[in-house]
């Protein structure tokens, strides 16, 4: 491995390691919600969460249209984006990506678990969001976007991995 691969492997690793920890921590600390005594209530609350999951991808989107905006970029096609704006379409194209995987996760699962596990989403809810904060810093040098990436794509494998569980068991 050269030194970026080792940087990189060490900033995922971390990255897994902190989302784990973190969403323990949040779960076991978190209040349980009310009102998720059918599956549909728990829909909802999901739905709900999924809106706050998809607040890092807003504010990119406005930055990328403001960066546009004030700038030669202004007309996509004249391909004059600054390195900054490249950075925030690179961080929403991704950051779509994971929403969408996300939020199918979190509805699929919210369908299996009980009331009292419903706590669970704002977990996962609150660390998916600091998660890409932390790959969005993380282009500052692109070798430490390698922590937020890992913990966001490492929790939706967990998301789809239980799902697939509680249907196959």
């Known amino acids: 491995m050269n030194t970026d691969q080792k ?3 060490v900033g995922a690793a971390s990255g897994v390691v902190s989302m784990m920890i973190l969403v323990a921590l949040l779960y076991w600390n978190l209040p349980i919600p009310d009102g998720m005594d059918n599956p549909f209530d728990r829909v909802i609350f999901t739905l709900r969460m999924n809106l706050v999951a998809a607040l890092p991808l807003f504010i ?9 905006f004030l700038s030669e970029a202004i007309d996509p096609l004249r391909h004059a984006e600054d ?6 379409g690179r961080f ?3 950051t779509l990506q994971q929403n969408f995987l996300f939020l199918v996760g979190t509805l699929a ?7 009292a596990s419903m706590k669970l989403m704002v977990a996962l809810t609150l660390v998916f969001v600091i998660a890409r904060i932390v790959f969005w810093i993380g ?7 390698a922590p937020g990436m890992a913990a966001t794509i490492y929790m939706n ?12 068991f």
């Open 92 to 94: 929403v194209d991704n």
């Open 60 to 68: 990119g989107i406005v930055t990328v249209g403001n960066n546009r």
């Open 83 to 88: 390195r900054a704006t490249i950075i925030n």
């Open 109 to 115: 699962l919210s369908t299996l678990l009980e009331a």
């Open 139 to 145: 282009y500052r040098d692109p070798l430490y976007r």
């Open 157 to 168: 494998l967990c998301i789809i991995v239980s799902v697939l569980y509680f249907l196959i």
């Open 7 to 9: 940087i990189v492997a």
